[in-house]
């Protein structure tokens, strides 16, 4: 359930019974043709989907994160990896001080890794509560449903919910763009090697797919939510 269709008393009550949260994580940056905040949506509406039958609250998404590589495609908007990740500090330190001891970050984006990290450090000095981390894209089912489909996976995130009204997709295959090769050149030079942020292969797929990767999606991060706390 959304926590922000809860009020305080509420979430006093529900404390009482059980102790689990999940904080979705995303980013506005370039997705080539999808929405900006793909990466934010994506971790919303997974980590609603999933909490949900549960009555686990789910709070509002971080919509911004750490991708300094695309600020040459207007739009992108990015922390400072020190920012995020005080940012993700502050969070946690209120969602502990309030009594939740079991907390599922679901992140959608792959630049937020030094986030990730302070989460361990951030664990070393709270004992008793435990946070897992969960990069829903590529975590195992996930990963293995996509290279079934195709081993380009840059359509993996044009879902009925990242795409734009009246924006149309490219219809042929992307080659393979050696973006890693790239970083140290620069955001200019990303854009300008990379052309509309595509990375490889199509650029959508038929919504039968999709939904089965979100289906698959759904189960392995609600086994995250549900059991091995312990």
Known sequence: MRASAMNWMQVEAYL????RAV???GSVEQHAY??????SILAEKLALDVAEPLGVPVFPAVAYGFTPNFMAYPGTLTLRAAT???IVGDLLDGLAAHGFRRVLVVNGHGGNAPAQA???EWLASHPGVRVRWHNWWNA???GRKVAGIDSHASWMENFPWTRLPDVVQPRAAKPQQPYTAWLHLGPKAIRERLGDGNFAGLYERDDDAMHEIWRVAIGETRALLEGGWD
């Open 16 to 19: 009482k019974r059980d102790d």
């Open 23 to 25: 904080l979705p994580i």
């Open 34 to 39: 999808l929405s900006l905040a793909t990466d």
């Open 84 to 86: 995020l990740c005080a």
């Open 118 to 120: 302070f989460v361990g």
């Open 140 to 142: 195992p089912l996930v």
